[in-house]
T-cell receptor, first 116, second 107 residues
Framework: IAGITQAPTSQILAAGRRMTLRCTQD?????MYWYRQDLGLGLRLIHY???????GKGEVPDGYSVSRANTDDFPLTLASAVPSQTSVYFC???????????????FGEGSRLTVL | AQRVTQPEKLLSVFKGAPVELKCNYS??????LFWYVQYSRQRLQLLLR??SRESIKGFTADLNKGETSFHLKKPFAQEEDSAMYYC?????????FGQGTELSVKP
């Protein structure tokens, strides 16, 4: 099925370990995003990328890094995981951004991460 | 700062009852607002956007600039409407989401 694929679906991780959440899209969308979903806090933007080769910080970027080497892939890395990073992580994409942004995002199924 | 507030974490109604999910925003310009929905075991998806002025699955939402609100309404709730609903504001090409409201429609 075309769209966004995230991996892993679920992961339990020891604090201090490095973890990369993978995100791949096949819609040739320019913009990609990483959100974390926490009960009572909604979805908060971690990092985004408007086009391949560029990235930007969102609302809660600390402890996370991203790269956008090509259009399709947008991995999110936790260099040294901490328990407060326990969350559900959603990758999303959009065919437009900035002033031309339509606000329609296409989401992946999410990656549930537990840091112990 | 730009902000979206959904005051209700959980809204529980009976089938056939009217439903209103509240959303208030903080934004100095002309807002572009959206409602997203996440059904159980499904992906988060766009429900409707205010500029379209459309009704999707019986839901409507009217932008009230005076009250800075964008409440989602449906006159007769159905069990299949049970889901997590997020209000969102488009700012700088990025979406700012509210805290979400879980709607539970009981038979």
């Amino acid at each position: 099925i075309a769209g966004i694929t995230q991996a892993p679906t679920s992961q339990i991780l020891a604090a201090g370990r490095r973890m990369t959440l993978r995100c791949t899209q096949d819609m040739r969308h320019n913009a990609m995003y990483w959100y974390r979903q926490d009960l009572g806090l909604g979805l908060r933007l971690i990092h985004y990328s408007n086009t391949a080769g560029t990235t930007g910080k969102g609302e809660v970027p600390d402890g996370y890094s991203v790269s956008r080497a090509n259009t399709d892939d947008f991995p999110l890395t936790l260099a040294s995981a901490v328990p407060s990073q326990t969350s559900v992580y959603f990758c999303a994409s959009s065919d437009s951004y900035g002033a031309q942004g339509t606000g329609e995002l296409f989401f992946g199924e999410g990656s549930r991460l537990t840091v112990l | 700062a730009q902000r979206v507030t959904q005051p209700e974490k959980l809204l529980s109604v009976f089938k056939g009852a009217p439903v209103e999910l509240k959303c208030n925003y903080s934004y100095s310009g002309s807002p572009e607002l959206f409602w997203y929905v996440q059904y159980s075991r499904q992906r988060l998806q766009l429900l409707l956007r205010h500029i379209s002025r459309e009704s999707i699955k019986g839901f409507t939402a009217d932008l009230n600039k005076g009250e800075t609100s964008f409440h989602l309404k449906k006159p007769f709730a159905q069990e299949e409407d049970s889901a997590m609903y997020y209000c969102a504001l488009l700012w700088g090409g990025k979406l700012i989401f509210g805290q979400g409201t879980e709607l539970s429609v009981k038979p």
